[in-house]
């Protein structure tokens, strides 16, 4: 099955002998670039629709075409790696990135262009997945918190950056720089990765049947998040959610889709896959009004929005290093219910948000925010995938991504719904209060205790049907 030869290890075993911070420094890296690839393009779209000729509709799929398929692809991509080796996936998925970060930056037309960034995402997927799993199985399960902390806070902290780096990038560089600047950070960590990450097995392709569960899953996944990203403009088009439904059922009710819930039972994980969506949520919900209150309702220019905003992640990437270690020190929920409802407070402090408000009244209270979000982040990680059955890690790592990306997207659809129901003068404060409460429900979810790790039945038989090529 895992085309072990003499003294290999099993298909994504790392051998327990030591812990291999540079592996969860791969990790930390790798996180920081594929997140920042989320958010860094959207300030060169207006450059790259005049450079290439063609419509802002038309270059806004510069960055669809990377962030589909990397949300749609997480869970079959979960279950393929549970089956096959982690090092060769990582140094494909890696290299795959890089050279399409290359092909974009090189675009000469907007087809090339997509065509890159599509099969970027494809490979991003790969990497939101074995980074949490490259972590938790680089160390020791006393240095959980502190190695789940590094993918958790640099993640985050390259999407929240992405605008500013990308920004300055344009200024003095151009919009090919954008696609350009993350290709070092790559080489590094593909010249580490390769150094130091021991042999596992090799990769295995799909058969017909991972085929078609990957498209029904990939649909119905892409049905969504379409719906929550016209839901922007017109909370009408949350209906479009429902069709959904019948793709993501059928899936779930088949061989590929019972070993994820299996897995997700066996690990108690339910409630904490709610916490992240309801914090990325909360998050998510809590920067779009921010950021569309201050520049169009009091007139802060574009630099002072941003610099204020930047208080959260600042206070999240200062929070992150101490979460880590004190969820290795007192455990990681306590940490974690700690972090949330920090959040939670913050969010809560900004719902008066009105004209009135200094730059500093909001800078202090997104700092309070970040600080709660950076200690949640590494032990939530730490407390979900060390919970996780040995067998269905990379499983269980797909749906905490897949639930943090819905909660991002998430946010700002239901934000803008609920500020166009509120009166003309309460939209801000509905909004604000939304993210709120979504932060709010996510303490008594972290609370709650699953249960421990237990072998399914079906692991072996799972995974082999998986892998099987």
């Known amino acids: 099955m895992s085309d072990n030869g003499r003294g290999a290890e099993p298909a994504g075993h790392i051998p327990e002998a030591g812990d291999r911070w540079l592996l969860v420094a791969v990790a930390g890296m790798l996180a920081f670039v594929a997140m920042l690839d989320m958010n860094i393009v959207n300030i060169a779209l207006a450059a790259i629709s005049d450079s290439l000729d063609v419509s802002a509709a038309t270059a806004q799929w510069a960055v669809l075409a990377y962030q589909l398929p990397v949300v749609a692809l997480l869970l079959p991509v979960g279950r393929w790696l549970d089956g096959v080796g982690h090092r060769a996936a990582l140094l494909v998925a890696a290299g795959g990135f890089t050279l399409c970060s290359a092909l974009a930056a090189a675009a000469p037309w907007v087809a090339w262009l997509i065509a890159a960034r599509l099969a970027q995402g494809v490979f991003g997927a790969v990497l939101f997945v074995l980074m949490p799993v490259l972590a938790i199985r680089s160390v020791r399960p006393e240095a959980r918190g502190r190695a789940m902390s590094v993918p958790a806070t640099l993640g985050p902290l390259g999407a929240v950056t992405g605008p500013a780096v990308g920004g300055l990038l344009l200024d003095h560089l151009g919009w090919r720089a954008v696609f350009l600047v993350k290709i070092p950070v790559c080489l590094l960590a593909l010249v580490v990765a390769w150094r130091a990450m021991p042999k596992d097995g090799r990769?295995?392709?799909?058969?017909?049947?991972?085929?078609?569960?990957?498209?029904?899953?990939?649909?119905?996944?892409?049905?969504?998040?379409?719906?929550?990203?016209?839901?922007?403009?017109?909370?009408?088009?949350?209906?479009?959610?429902?069709?959904?439904?019948?793709?993501?059922?059928?899936?779930?009710?088949?061989?590929?889709?019972?070993?994820?819930?299996?897995?997700?039972?066996?690990?108690?994980?339910?409630?904490?896959?709610?916490?992240?969506?309801?914090?990325?949520?909360?998050?998510?919900?809590?920067?779009?009004?921010?950021?569309?209150?201050?520049?169009?309702?009091?007139?802060?220019?574009?630099?002072?929005?941003?610099?204020?905003?930047?208080?959260?992640?600042?206070?999240?990437?200062?929070?992150?290093?101490?979460?880590?270690?004190?969820?290795?020190?007192?455990?990681?929920?306590?940490?974690?219910?700690?972090?949330?409802?920090?959040?939670?407070?913050?969010?809560?402090?900004?719902?008066?948000?009105?004209?009135?408000?200094?730059?500093?009244?909001?800078?202090?209270?997104?700092?309070?925010?970040?600080?709660?979000?950076?200690?949640?982040?590494?032990?939530?990680?730490?407390?979900?995938?060390?919970?996780?059955?040995?067998?269905?890690?990379?499983?269980?790592?797909?749906?905490?991504?897949?639930?943090?990306?819905?909660?991002?997207?998430?946010?700002p659809a239901l934000a803008t719904a609920a500020w166009g129901l509120a009166a003309p003068d309460g939209g801000v404060t509905a909004g604000l209060a939304l993210a709120a409460v979504a932060a709010c429900a996510a303490v008594p979810l972290i609370s709650l205790r699953g249960r421990t790790a237990t072998p399914l039945p079906d692991d072996k038989t799972d995974a082999a049907s998986a892998a099987r090529p």
Do not use: K
């Open 203 to 411: 990769l295995r392709s799909l058969d017909g049947r991972a085929l078609v569960d990957t498209a029904l899953v990939a649909s119905g996944v892409t049905v969504l998040l379409v719906s929550l990203t016209l839901a922007y403009d017109a909370p009408v088009w949350l209906l479009l959610a429902l069709a959904a439904v019948p793709p993501l059922w059928w899936w779930l009710r088949g061989p590929s889709g019972r070993p994820v819930t299996g897995a997700l039972r066996a690990s108690g994980a339910y409630p904490a896959h709610g916490a992240v969506l309801g914090l990325a949520a909360g998050f998510a919900a809590m920067h779009y009004v921010a950021a569309l209150h201050l520049q169009r309702d009091t007139g802060f220019t574009a630099t002072a929005t941003g610099l204020t905003l930047l208080a959260f992640p600042l206070g999240m990437g200062f929070a992150g290093p101490v979460g880590g270690r004190l969820a290795d020190r007192y455990g990681a929920r306590p940490v974690a219910v700690a972090g949330a409802a920090l959040t939670a407070v913050g969010l809560l402090l900004l719902v008066p948000l009105d004209d009135g408000w200094s730059l500093p009244d909001i800078a202090w209270r997104l700092a309070l925010a970040g600080l709660g979000m950076g200690l949640n982040g590494g032990p939530t990680q730490a407390l979900v995938m060390g919970s996780a059955p040995r067998e269905r890690t990379a499983t269980v790592a797909s749906t905490l991504q897949l639930a943090r990306s819905l909660g991002f997207t998430l946010g």
